[in-house]
Structure formats: C-alpha cells, structure tokens
C-alpha cells in the first residue's frame, strides 16, 4: 500500500462506482479459466507461487481473502481460491482498463474502510472485523448510503467469485451437475422441492 500515493488511491477510490460492473462474455470467461489452469499447473510444476499479471502483491493478498469469505471450504467442496478463482480474476482484468479501474478502485475502498474503522488495511484485521465490513456492505436494500461504494463493488465482485468458481470442475461438482442425462421416466419435481419453493404439489 506504501507505494500508491494519497492521492492515486483517493482517485482509484472515487472512480470504483462508475465502472462497478465486471462485464464479461462467456468466451472471455472460459479463456480466463484456460489461462489460469495453465498458470497454475506451471507454478505446481516449478514449485513456485503463482505471480499475478495485473494484481499487485497486495491486493492478490486481499483477492484471495475476499473470495475465501465468499466461498469457503466446506464439507461438499474446497474454497475459492482451492478452485483457482484469483488467478482466474488476474486474467479476466487483462487488457480492460474498465475493470481494472473497478477493481482496483474497490479493492482500494475496502482498505481505506478498514483503517477508518480498525486503523490497518483488510488483510490485516481479524476474522470478526473483515466479516463485519462485509455483512455491512452485502445487502444493497439495506447497506447505508455511505457505503455505496462499497456495496457496488462487493456486488460485482461478488458475481464474478461466483461466476469463477461454479464454471471450474470443482464448482461444477458443487452443484452436483449431471450434464444431459437420459431419464427413462419423467415424474416430476420432488414434492419437498415444491413446497419449499412455496408452491402446492400437484394432487
């Protein structure tokens, strides 16, 4: 954070709404996925960590943390970043000077929140202060005006964690996804299923 100057961050900060929205085709997202597999197996290979094309040191840091907090490991899958899902980011902000001033501008209003609030940047803060920021910044409806900045570019940032893991095998699994299966015999949605969704199972 040392070497982006005062003024370079309060312009990335200001900047981070209007180019809020991470845009992408389904092409460029499944060369992006090509991309970072490839990253990624060359750095197991060599046995070295994986060095990001656009992501400073720091804000790749805080990536991993914030995909981690969206998705983490649990008993059905591993986690965001188990799923490639920063390296994935790095790729998708090549060559599109929009997202990167939106990432980099969100990336920058979390940190200035956490020193507002805590006097360290998020990588830093606890478990607790870095689910806190984010509970506060999660619901649009909700969130305080204040924190529009914030509620955009977690919105967006959001999408695109989710959209990087549920398009990898991983996510894939996750979902349980079976592809085009033949079924010999068609009977219907599970009766839970329909009144879960708040409907009346057929008689």
């Known amino acids: ?21 991470f845009m992408w085709t389904d092409v460029e997202a499944q060369q992006a996925h090509q ?4 990253a990624r197996t060359a750095a197991q290979k060599a046995s070295t960590p994986f060095k ?5 040191a720091h804000e790749y840091a805080t990536v991993r943390v914030l995909v981690d907090l969206i998705i983490p490991k649990d008993e059905r899958s591993g986690s965001a970043t188990d799923a490639g899902v920063p390296e994935f980011m790095d790729f998708m902000m090549a060559d599109q000077p929009g997202r990167q001033t939106a990432m980099r ?3 920058a209003w979390i940190d200035r929140a956490c020193l507002d609030r805590h006097d360290k940047p998020f990588t830093a803060c606890t478990a607790a202060e870095q689910t806190a920021l984010l509970d506060d910044i999660s619901w649009p409806q ?20 989710a959209s990087g893991f549920w398009t990898t095998k991983m996510g894939i699994d996750d979902l349980h996804y079976m592809g085009n299966v033949a079924v010999a015999e068609w009977k219907g949605c599970p009766e839970e299923v329909v009144r879960k969704l708040g409907l009346t199972p057929n008689a």
């Not at 991309?35 to 490839?38: V, Y």
């Not at 969130?143 to 959001?158: K, Q």
């Open 142 to 161: 909700r969130g305080a005006r204040e924190l529009s900045h914030g509620i955009n570019f977690f919105s967006s940032f959001r999408d695109l964690t």
């Open 52 to 56: 990001p094309k656009f992501f400073t």
């Open 105 to 107: 501008g969100g990336l």
């Open 35 to 38: 991309h970072a597999q490839a």
């Open 1 to 21: 954070m040392n070497d982006i100057d005062r003024r370079t961050w309060l312009k990335l900060i200001s900047s981070a709404p209007v180019a809020a929205g």
